[in-house]
């Protein structure tokens, strides 16, 4: 019997959930790809890929992991795993083993999001608190989603979900696109994730590459057709 094809495994990144998939899980399940969406904790890059090398570890059978944005980071650790068998990169950082993504980030100028952020404060173990981070609402547009409906874009940023500030300083324990294949999509109008990032990274993985003329970070909910596109490829590549 031949082997089953893989099961695509879509990690989301910060300020938003499994729902910025929507319009690529629909693109890929017409064409009957076995597709997963993950809800990611946002609590810090540790807990976080163990958290998804957990989901992994019980799906059988071959996995793609897809990570958008600082979901590229926890691929890029869970991805180790040994029925992973790609990475795809969108929007995304792909770090090295040992880095951080504000050290990855800091090769390079920041980009608007860092003057758009907004602290919070949540309970943790102790009675002690911890710092997330959030986008002003009134930046989510021009940050986040400049090539989305405005309309859609309120409905972004009012259900947005922030990332804890840990995140940033914590560095990967492993890289696994130093072992497995990857592909990439860079999203060349990014405000969130400097552009020029997300090509280092996906130059140094050896990833192949395409790029989207005028894409925001919000890649994932304005051109899902071209996401799920590359998926696909490397979905095909992989069975």
């Not at 980071?73 to 040994?82: E, K, M, N, P, S």
């Not at 758009?116 to 986040?144: H, M």
């Amino acid at each position: 019997m031949p082997p089953a094809p893989p099961t695509v495994v879509l990690v989301h990144g910060a300020f938003t959930d499994a729902a910025g998939w929507l319009g690529v899980i629909d693109e890929l399940q017409r064409d009957d790809v076995a597709v997963l969406a993950v809800a990611n904790p946002l609590r810090g890059l540790t807990c976080d890929a163990a958290y998804l090398a957990s989901v992994v570890s019980q799906i059988d059978g071959p996995v793609v992991l897809v990570g958008h944005s600082y979901g590229g980071a926890l691929i890029t650790v869970a991805g180790t795993a040994d029925n992973v068998v790609g990475l795809v990169y969108i929007a995304a950082y792909a770090l090295e083993e040992g880095e951080s993504l504000s050290q990855l980030q800091d090769r390079f100028p920041a980009p608007a999001l860092v003057r758009s952020l907004k602290q919070w404060t949540y309970p943790t173990d102790g009675g002690k608190t911890a710092t997330e981070v959030s986008i002003a609402p009134e930046a989510f547009l021009s940050v986040f989603a400049a090539d989305v409906s405005p309309s859609l874009v309120r409905v972004l940023a009012a259900s947005q979900r922030p990332l804890a500030s840990a995140a940033f300083t914590e560095e990967a324990s492993a890289a696994a696109w130093r072992t497995k294949p990857c592909w990439a999509l860079v999203a060349d109008a990014d405000q969130a994730i400097n552009p020029d990032v997300e090509r280092f990274g996906a130059r140094r993985a050896g990833a192949t590459t395409i790029e989207l003329e005028g894409a925001s970070h919000a890649v994932t909910v304005s051109r899902p057709s071209a996401v799920a596109d590359l998926i696909r490829d490397a979905v095909r590549a992989t069975s």
